[in-house]
């Protein structure tokens, strides 16, 4: 039984670190939190439930088509939200606002496409269904697709913050952005493609929850808002290890509590976790003050 | 009894000594200079002394307390006020009420007299209003009272920063680099004013600053840093000629 | 007349709402004031509704005695939170005050006493729309002091460079938990009204989703002073109502017309109107605050 929560708990986490990578990245290097995030991610969800439950496509083409569908949201996100702001000055208060505006305006358009009620796949459209007993635990062939998922594109990531030219332009604006731009960063092409991963990453997270609970709604976003900013204090703000660390972590906190203790206080775990960790070691675990850590 | 006195202050950072060992006093009513070059731990040692950083050894004491722990709204409620080098205006009001914000510590009236529009509340905020007006008019920025303060020249600000500072009406004044970007006229302005404010009230103060000839024309006393130690203490005769100061640092200046 | 007063019995909740939402941003307001950006008025709201409507319940405490102590008990709770949790900066502190809300709205979720996720209902009705009208005027007096006393210029200076103003013998931390504990007080007040007023609660009216909204409100109207969030309060509750004939498009309208404010007049609504006029600052007597595109939080 244990065991069983255990995979259950990595899987779990594997949703939530996907997601918060993308959101501890734009913070670690932009200073700034974006609001969007978690509807980008219900987009994710939305988007590729309409692909595969009306249109009839198959999860693989149907996650391609909405890798590229999110990281247009990025960029629109960015374009929009955020780029007129930064050419007005430096402040924190206005980009927080403008992407909950357009965060509001994401969720409406989705409750005014897909409706308000939560929208369920056909069974025989949801794939991997297929378990597997290993012994001490059931394991279904999507959790274990969804772990790979996840630790795959965590490690891409962490390797594209270090060894490619992107990430040198990336970690170059982190440490200091007017010295970056003097030595020939382009600074807004790659605030641009740092949203576009960000929110095909969170894509790719709400395409997965959205078969793995076989159901999506306008409304996910908020919830898993809250739970990204959780796995990204416990991780550290900036560190893509610690948004895999601290996932897994917050996941395991949650399945902790509806084993020991009720699984109505499921959702409280998260925020123990988290007002626990501001007020003990604000920095996370794996973060410094300000470094995107590869 | 000397204003200010610091004993065996000392300071690091990681390892690095930015003040070693600095003791020197200041006594009341003295123009008194704190010259070094980069690096000679100037800043540190305002720091220290107004209280945003701590000393690892020493004693530092103001007007007779004890002010080596204490905290910089405790060290300015008890006489001290200070610019800073890189200027740190509140850059979203304008130039009156950067001042005003200055004044704050010499008002005494609470939230609940403000409200029930008490006589303590207008009177203190009038008698702040001509205060203000009065330094603005001092340092030649009576003009610019309505202006934004981020709407200043960088020369225009630093006065504004002196004013700010003078509004507390403090016992201590300590300027650090107060003529960096100024120009020769403005820097005789300012050597002027401040040795008039010296001359005509009890005000003492202390100045950091890089340009050598104004602070020999201009303290009575002058305190020669470099790499965290006090080289040598004494008027701007007797620093001019010894030679430690000379070689260490006025070389090609004086 | 009898169409006036017409217009206002059928608006009367509406009008309700507005006043409601103002206080609510003035709450917020106040701590942004100090540079501190708290998303923990929903969950004083929150108390504040809870305790008051329980005061009265159970206690049987007469309406404005519950509402005075359950104030009190939020401002104690706001000072007790306040001690760990001003050491955090900007986005932390931030985070910190929604964590904080999200556990009050836990907390009445799976609590019996509290009523559950089915609410408390029974509440005494006491609240006149009039009440509110009362109790803001009031507040706006209070903000019209505090900008023109030094207490005001204490907290903006505060708000832009904390360090500076230490160094000016302003108690840099007295004044952080003053402004905290007032909002978290204002918030609680209008929580009370809110209860006493539907006569039902429920903790799905204090969510991270309504903090979100109070705040669209300060940032909306602008925070260069407390008009800003009066305003952004107004023109935000009426846009759906106005908008109310375009259904599922009001919405979008709301996210896109707060976005297009924020993004081409990021000194907030308030200023917009200042731009045509020349801004006389009276003898420095009423400080101004920092533009949302200015604002650093730490």
Known sequence: MLSQQIVNALSQGAFYAMFAAGLTLIFGVLDILNMAHGAVFMWGAMFSWYLMSVLGLGFGPALVLTVIFCGALGLLLEHTAFRPLRKRGGGHLAPLVSS??????????????????????????????????????????????????????????????????????????????KVARLMGVNVEWTITWMFIIASALAGVAGAFLGVAYNSASPYMGHWIDLKGFAVIILGGMGSIPGALLGGLLIAFAEIGTIVYLSSDYRDAAAFVVLIGMLLLRPSGLLGSSKEVRA | MSILQLHGVSRSFGGVRAVEDASFTVERGQLFGIIGPNGAGKTTLLNLISGLINPDAG??????????????????????????????????????????????????????????????????????????????????????????????????????????????????????????????????????????????????????????????ELCDRIVVMNFGRKLKEGTPAEVRKDPSVIQAYLGRAA | MHDVFDFFTSYSYLFYLVLLNV?????????????QLSLASIGFMAIGAYSSALLAMNVGLPYPLSMICAALISGTIAVLVCMPVLRLKGVYLAITTVGFGELVRFIALNSDYLGGAMGLSGIPPATETWHLAVFLLILIYGFRTLQRSRHGRA????????????????????????????????????????????????????????????????????????????????????????????????????????????????????????????????????????????AKLG
């Open chain 3, 155 to 294: 907290l903006v200076a505060i708000g832009r460079d904390e360090v500076a103003a230490k160094t000016m013998g302003i108690p840099t931390t007295q004044y952080k938990v003053a402004a905290f504990t007032a909002g978290a007080m204002m918030a609680s007040v209008a929580g009370s009204f809110a209860a006493h007023h539907t006569a039902y609660l429920s903790p799905g009216e204090f969510t991270f989703t309504h903090a979100v909204l109070v705040l669209i409100f300060v940032v909306f109207g602008g925070l260069r002073n407390y008009w800003g969030p009066v305003l952004g309060a107004i023109v935000l509750t009426l846009l759906p109502e106005v908008f109310r004939f375009l259904h599922e498009w009001r919405m979008i309208i709301y996210g896109i017309s707060v976005l297009l404010v924020v993004v081409f007049i990021p000194d907030g609504l308030l200023e917009f109107g200042r731009f045509f006029r020349h801004n006389r600052n009276k003898a420095g007597r009423s400080t101004s605050g920092p533009t949302a595109s200015e």
């Open chain 3, 23 to 35: 206080i609510l941003a003035l709450s917020v307001y106040i701590t942004l004031m100090a540079g």
């Open chain 2, 59 to 216: 004693r530092i004491t103001l007007n007779g307390i004890d002010t080596t722990k204490r905290t910089p709204q405790y060290i300015a409620r008890h006489g001290l006020a200070r610019t800073y080098q890189t200027i740190r205006l509140f850059d979203t009001m304008s130039v009156r009420e950067n001042v005003m914000v200055g004044g704050h510590s010499a008002l005494s009236y609470s939230f609940l007299a403000a409200l029930s529009r008490r006589k303590i509340f207008k009177q203190h905020e009038l008698a702040l209003i001509d205060h203000v007006d009065f330094l603005l008019d001092t340092v030649g920025l009576a003009d610019r009272s309505n202006d934004p303060a981020i709407s200043l020249s960088y020369g225009e600000q630093r006065r504004l920063e002196l004013a700010r500072a003078l509004a507390a009406k403090p016992a201590i004044l300590m300027l650090d680099e107060p003529a960096a970007g100024m120009n020769t006229r403005e820097s005789e302005n300012l050597s002027n004013l401040l040795r008039r404010l010296v001359d005509t009230t009890s005000l003492t103060v202390v100045i950091i600053e890089h340009n050598v000839r104004l602070m020999m």
């Open chain 1, 100 to 177: 909950l505006a357009l965060s509001i305006v994401l969720v409406s358009v989705a409750e005014k496409l897909f409706g308000t009620r939560v929208v369920r796949y056909q069974t025989d459209t949801i794939p991997f269904q297929k378990s597997l007993d290993v012994g001490f635990a059931q394991i279904s062939l999507l959790q274990i697709v969804l772990m790979v998922m996840a630790l795959f594109l965590t490690v891409s990531l962490w390797y594209l913050i270090s060894k490619t030219k992107l990430g040198r332009s990336i970690r170059a604006l982190q440490e200091n952005p």
